[in-house]
Nanobody, 126 residues
């Protein structure tokens, strides 16, 4: 089991930047690939980013590629999402998720992640 707590959300103007953090506790953090998802009002949950256990590989949803960067610090049991060039359409609740599997070919699907944080609100104004 692992517990996840997101932080760093808030209000930012379009074109600005924001960094989200996800602090993990419980099982060994380095044994989990980590992902970020988001959900806007009235919309389906959307894959944002994923990082492998070692942090050597990252993957991004098409809508954020080139603007967002996922990273992790295993010594601090924390995963980050650095968001730049923010757009109003980035407004959503952002969720951190953990995947204990060695390999997850369907990493864009939320149900492949076993543990989730409570979410943090990101609002981008125009």
């Amino acid at each position: 089991q692992v517990q996840l707590v997101e932080s760093g959300g808030g209000l930012v103007q379009a074109g600005g930047s924001l960094r989200l953090s996800c602090a993990a506790s419980g099982r060994t953090f380095s044994n989990y690939a980590m992902g970020w998802f988001r959900q806007a009002p009235g919309k389906e949950r959307e894959f944002v980013a994923r990082i492998t256990r070692s942090g050597m590989s990252t993957y991004y949803g098409d809508s954020v590629k080139g603007r967002f960067t996922i990273s992790r610090d295993n010594a601090k049991n924390t995963v980050f999402l650095q968001m730049t060039s923010l757009k109003p359409e980035d407004t959503a609740v952002y969720y951190c998720a953990a995947d204990p599997r060695l390999s997850s070919p369907n990493y864009k699907i939320g149900r492949n992640y076993d543990y989730w944080g409570q979410g943090t609100q990101v609002t981008v104004s125009s």
